[in-house]
Nanobody, 127 residues
Framework: QVQLVESGGGLVQAGGSLRLSCAAS????????MAWFRQAPGKEREFVAA????????YYADSVKGRFTISRDNAKSTVYLQMNSLKPEDTAIYYC????????????????????WGQGTQVTVSA
């Protein structure tokens, strides 16, 4: 069973950048499609970005498209989220997760299609 540990969050001013990392345990990381979600206080968990296991295809929520970049290093069993031009509305706890199906990825922002959630890392963007 894969375990995911996020890191890299923090406090940043609007317009700044952060790079989140999600390290996976186990030997099967390269077989998983991976995603980042976020959850702001009082709101539901929201899809941010996803990447296929070969890193051949990426998907983004409209709210982060052009500002965030998801990537992965299968040799390091790590998925990244580079966040640029941060806005106060990006403030949330950011979680990584794996797509539960091990066959071809199909885009879905539904959190129930993902699992093995990490503990999250807090990102706070000040105005």
């Amino acid at each position: 069973q894969v375990q995911l540990v996020e890191s890299g969050g923090g406090l940043v001013q609007a317009g700044g950048s952060l790079r989140l990392s999600c390290a996976a345990s186990g030997r099967t990381f390269s077989s998983y499609h991976m995603a980042w979600f976020r959850q702001a206080p009082g709101k539901e968990r929201e899809f941010v970005a996803a990447i296929t296991r070969s890193a051949g295809t990426t998907y983004y929520a409209d709210s982060v498209k052009g500002r965030f970049t998801i990537s992965r290093d299968n040799a390091k069993s790590t998925v990244y989220l580079q966040m640029n031009s941060l806005k106060p509305e990006d403030t949330a706890i950011y979680y990584c997760a794996r797509f539960l199906s091990t066959t071809a990825y199909y885009y879905t922002p539904n959190a129930s299609a993902y699992g093995n959630w990490g503990q999250g890392t807090q990102v706070t963007v000040s105005a």
